[in-house]
């Protein structure tokens, strides 16, 4: 069964960093591309960054370019999201999701719970 | 980067109705690389639809998916109440990986 489970989500001050975490378990990091995707309280899904089964191709989102990094140990089947430059405007739900099926960069079949990022002083 | 745009913004029905859903692009989506997603409050999305008619594991048949190049429909027939919800349409088929700003079906 394919699980996927965020961590180190938290309240952090405007200009601060923080690193998410997603544990995915039931497969194999390589095969599949990941992604995050945020959603802003009370409002859409944003996505955010993308990385390849492969590792070798990433996509951010404009609104992220140059402050986050997405990355991967797939020793530990984790997924990360590096966050830094934080903007009040970053508050949001974070969640990874990993592809379910061919050969495109989606569709994401499989979620994980969210991790909450809150900037604020 | 293709916009999603999502018509319409609420719509309210009772059980039983039939729900109908677009979504247009931009420009055209590469190999109609767009899917559906269900969100219920507190929950992470749910997909429904992938290839902008392939229906998920698990999803009932009462869900369908059409349309292609910039013009997408997703249709609920016979609303159950645990449809009631907001569906977001998603392009998979070149970066930036864009979702539409959702429609939210509520009840009547």
């Known amino acids: 069964e394919v699980q996927l489970v965020e961590s180190g989500g938290g309240l952090v001050q405007p200009g601060g960093s923080l690193r998410l975490s997603c544990a995915g378990s039931?497969?194999?990091?390589?095969?599949?591309?990941m992604t995050w995707v945020r959603q802003a309280p009370g409002k859409g899904l944003e996505w955010v960054s993308a990385?390849?089964?492969?590792?070798?191709?990433?996509h951010y989102a404009d609104s992220v370019k140059g402050r986050f990094t997405i990355s991967r140990d797939t020793s530990k089947n984790t997924l990360y999201l590096q966050m830094s430059s934080l903007r009040a405007e970053d508050t949001a739900m974070y969640y990874c999701?990993?592809?379910?099926?061919?050969?495109?960069?989606?569709?994401?079949?499989?979620w994980g719970q969210g991790a909450l990022v809150t900037v604020s002083s | 980067e293709i916009v999603l745009t999502q018509s319409p913004g609420t719509l309210s029905l009772s059980p039983g109705e039939r729900a109908t859903l677009s979504c247009r692009a931009s420009?055209?989506?590469?190999?109609?690389?767009l899917a559906w997603y269900q969100q219920t409050p507190g929950q992470a999305p749910r997909l429904l639809i992938y290839?902008?008619?392939t229906r998920a594991t698990g999803i009932p048949d009462r869900f369908s998916g059409s349309g292609s190049g910039t013009d997408f429909t997703l249709t609920i027939n016979r609303l159950e109440p645990e449809d009631f919800a907001v569906f977001y349409c998603?392009?998979?088929?070149?970066?930036?990986?864009?979702f539409g700003p959702g429609t939210k079906v509520d009840i009547k």
């Open positions: 290839d902008a008619s």
């Open positions: 998603q392009q998979y088929g070149s970066a930036p990986f864009t």
């Open positions: 990385i390849s089964g492969s590792g070798d191709t990433i």
């Open positions: 039931g497969f194999t990091f390589t095969t599949y591309v």
């Open positions: 999701a990993r592809k379910l099926v061919g050969s495109a960069w989606g569709p994401w079949g499989y």
């Open positions: 420009q055209s989506v590469n190999s109609g690389y």
